[in-house]
């Protein structure tokens, strides 16, 4: 289990004009990633160090956008201004998931610009936007390259701030011991902050290492 990636919802101005700005910040070009035609969606890539990367995505207008939740979701958050959507676990058997959260995981795909088709499996979309803190899961078949791989970058993940609970959060990743978020036991290399909610929990902010130092979003 580790984090995997982040979702940023478009803003007003579009996905294209979006990730330009994140990626300017980050010193590092966005790519464009596809589409998702189970979603109804489209994403751009910004690849970050450690096999992460950040997808900044938008909904098209094709009838898949209303009816998947991961539609539904980016939608909401574009239609709210846009900004992070969430965070998604890497996870490399969806079965430890399905049974945390007791359904079955749902495939994706996304077809490249290249014509290369991308397949995972995913879970929780549901959970994250009932309860805005907690991630998806996320598995990826063996030998496919990870997304992470399809730009050039030197910016690295380095914190997540949420708004909401640590024991909350471990409850969902099914994490056992002492509470919090142990850095030492999950993931050494991110500082999780929490701070207590003031409305709607969720992603708050995300901290990164970049050439010309510390960015924060």
């Not at 289990?1 to 940023?8: A, K």
């Amino acid at each position: 289990m580790r984090v995997d990636h982040l979702v940023f919802a478009a803003e007003p101005d579009g996905m294209i004009a979006t990730a330009k700005r994140l990626g300017d910040l980050l010193g590092v070009d966005p790519v464009d990633g596809g589409l998702h035609p189970r979603f109804g969606t489209r994403n751009s890539i910004i690849p970050l160090t450690d096999r992460r990367f950040i997808e900044v995505v938008e909904v098209l207008d094709h009838p898949a956008s209303d009816k998947a939740p991961f539609g539904q979701a980016v939608r909401a958050c574009s239609a709210a201004g846009g900004g992070w959507l969430g965070w998604v676990v890497e996870v490399e058997d969806m079965s430890i998931a399905e049974r945390l959260l007791g359904r079955s995981a749902v495939p994706g795909n996304r077809h490249r610009p290249d014509g290369v088709e991308i397949c995972w499996k995913q879970i929780g979309i549901r959970g994250l936007m009932a309860d805005p803190q907690v991630p998806f899961f996320i598995e990826w078949p063996e030998g496919q390259d990870h997304p992470s791989t399809e730009g050039v970058t030197n910016a690295a993940l380095t914190g997540l701030q949420i708004a909401g609970s640590p024991d909350r959060v471990r409850e969902w990743l099914g994490l056992v011991g002492e509470p919090g978020v142990d850095r030492e036991e999950w993931e050494p290399e991110i500082d999780f902050d929490f701070a207590a909610p003031h409305g709607t929990p969720g992603l708050m902010s995300v901290q990164f290492q970049s050439a010309d130092g510390p960015v924060s979003i």
